[in-house]
């Protein structure tokens, strides 16, 4: 198939655009700079870096030509949900004028379903509409009215190689400043997965993409460790033997607020009708690999 990547330069897509190519797929990544060594790196994976803003479709709309398939990994922080409202209608656009359905890839995640009381949640788990991400729940509702052909996928946190928009990273990173910090609930506990074992969630639905059709996928492994002891295994890999220091929820930002609880999923549904397993167990096996894998993507050519 040919694939267009949204947000194929990011942590994630990075990974998914070069498992899709090695999976034989003509994939295109898109990125508002193809000269860029993002786009480079792409590049060496066998990825075809296409130019384009994804806030601006007219830059766009003609990548969606002969695409089988479209891959959506990009949460457009300035506007997240006009820019996915409008990935929505430049789909429908591009099937009223040739005829032709692409099968959209949506990614939203675990942290959507804010403070639901259950203690393991799946993909008929409900979200709390206090949540602050509670509006990727709504778009997905938004995409299955829609009748668009579409999987989506929520994946856990994510480790891994680079570690770019990893919680991990931010890790290695404050405890080489001397300065980390843990936000929030002490006792949380999220579900995790390994970037590369998110990759080959995405390369088994698109081996069949309409035998998938509508469904919705959790993709993380069994971790069940507290975030917390997960901080600690990563600021002494990064060589901190001090304290891991305490603030508020709100004082980490949107995202750790949103995700100030315990978020623990199964992915039976993946593993039942994708055959999807992970490969990489958990954080806590080998926190220097992950740790030397980081300063190795930060470490100039």
Sequence with gaps: MQILVIGATGYAGQHVSAALARAGHTVRGLTRDPDSPAARR???????????????PESWRGHLDGTDAVVHLLLEAGDPVGSDRRLFAELAAARERDGRARHLVYTTGISAYGRTGSP????????????????????????????????????GFLYGGAATTSLTGEWFAAAEAGRPVF????????????????????????????????????????QRTRALDLQYAAVRAAGWAGEVARE??????????????????????????????????????????????????????
Excluded: C, I
Aim: charged letters at 25%.
């Design 42 to 56: 792409l590049t060496v994976a066998e990825v075809n870096p296409v130019r384009g803003d994804f806030a601006r």
């Design 120 to 155: 393991l949640m799946d993909e008929r788990t409900p979200g709390d509409p206090a949540s602050p991400l509670a509006f990727r729940l709504a778009l997905e509702r938004e995409l299955a009215a829609s009748g668009l052909p579409h999987t989506v996928v929520r994946p």
């Design 183 to 222: 936000h929030g609930d002490t006792t949380k506990r999220w579900s995790w997965v390994h970037v590369d074992d998110l990759a080959d969630a995405y390369v088994r639905v698109l081996d069949d993409p309409m035998a998938v059709d509508g469904e919705v996928f959790v993709v993380a492994d069994d």
């Design 248 to 301: 508020s929820a709100e004082a980490g930002g949107m995202l750790q607020l949103a995700a100030d609880q315990d978020e623990l999923v199964t992915s039976a549904k993946a593993h039942r009708m994708l055959g999807w397993r992970p490969r990489h167990l958990a954080f806590t096996d080998a926190p220097e690999t992950h740790h030397r894998a980081w300063r190795a993507a930060r470490t100039p050519a």
